[in-house]
């Protein structure tokens, strides 16, 4: 398995695993959408043998603080790997590479809305520990946050407002 940037001729490939992964279009959409719109946008693919079976992407959130201060950090979402490709290491694979190329583009934290027993494992714990709550009406574990540096997540707290796109997509 190779996990890689997406590469223009990946986004029909892309756009099918998040189809068949979520059963809807709707993910599929958003990853197009953030493609067009979102910066930063980092997307990476994993490639078996030339086919695209997982794809994970990340884009920008902004959390501001009641004192008005903003920081922008990066969201995972959505994160995808075919039917019969999972349960076999592929997205574990994704996430540990994404926040890895996250790292070194220079951010220190990233959110996700996702399961709780899955991104733990990441180093990801329930954002409210660190004052952070999302602007969508999510269950306290479901939203979650990590540190890529040491200390980068101690002066964000606040609401987390993910790219206006996310809101079409639901």
Sequence with gaps: MNIRHEMLEDVDAIRRVNE????RPNEARLV????EAASPFLSLVADVDGEIVGHICFSPVEVEREDGFR????????????PEHQNQGIGSELVVRGLEECRNAGFGV????GHPEY?????????SWRGVRSEY???DPVFMITE???GAAVEIRGLARYHEVFKDAE
Excluded: N, Q, S, W
Excluded at 71 to 82: E, H, K, T
Excluded at 110 to 113: A, C, D, I, P, Q
């Design 71 to 82: 920081a922008f950090i990066l969201g995972l979402a959505p994160m995808a790997v075919l």
């Design 148 to 150: 890529l540096k040491r």
């Design 137 to 139: 009406d999510v269950p």
């Design 32 to 35: 197009d959408a953030l493609r």
């Design 110 to 113: 990233v959110v996700v809305l």
């Design 119 to 127: 991104y733990p494992r990441f180093g990801f714990e329930p954002a």
């Design 20 to 23: 068949l992964a979520f059963g």
